[in-house]
């Protein structure tokens, strides 16, 4: 064989393991998203309800509009233009003994169209006084629609991860 040959031949070598090494690559960062799934990184709100919750279990929802969201809260208003490109997610806790329980996200990821919230309980701290009367926990989660596959049917599971209870929201985002 000819000097150029084996020069060509190991230069082919050298490309084909490159690009073998690159697909195995793009292949293992992709499955390694789809399982994890893709953050949300959901903007906490600073809304309140008046509304009560003896369920025994936690209630959700998924605001797409501004009239609805309006009829739940108290002392604001949501305008209609924050749902052209978000969609505001929202979970009002069952009784709990005191002023001082609330809520904390752990994560909000998709996967396909899994949208997973968890989230905890979390409890008053011993340092600081708190109302002694029945409270409901609430959080309110404004999420930017442009994460979300529009117009397909998505589950949106909200899970507590402190009483492992689990509540469901099958709905379709439209823009």
Not at 24 to 52: A, M, Q, R
Not at 65 to 93: K, M, P, R, W
Not at 96 to 122: E, K, M
Request: no cysteine; proline share 3%; charged share 15%.
């Amino acid at each position: 064989m000819s000097k150029k040959t084996i020069t060509l031949s190991s230069i082919s070598t050298i490309f084909v393991v490159l690009i073998i090494a690159l697909a195995v690559l793009l292949v293992s960062n992709y499955t390694k998203n789809f399982n994890s799934g893709i953050n949300l990184e959901p903007e906490i709100l600073d809304l309140k309800t008046n509304l009560k919750n003896d369920s025994g279990q936690d209630m959700v929802w998924l605001f797409d509009n501004a009239t609805d969201i309006n009829n739940v809260i108290t002392g604001q208003n949501i305008a209609s233009d924050v749902f052209e490109n978000h969609i505001i997610l929202g979970i009002l806790g069952t009784t709990y003994p005191n002023s001082g329980y609330t809520f904390g996200l752990n994560y909000a990821r998709v996967r396909g169209t899994d949208v997973n919230i968890n989230y905890q309980v979390q409890k008053p701290t011993d340092d600081q006084a708190y109302l002694e009367v029945i409270s409901y926990p609430q959080l309110f989660l404004k999420i930017n629609k442009d994460m979300l596959q529009i117009g397909t049917p998505l589950d949106f599971m909200f899970y507590n991860q402190t009483t492992k209870k689990q509540e469901l929201i099958n709905q379709t985002i439209t823009l």
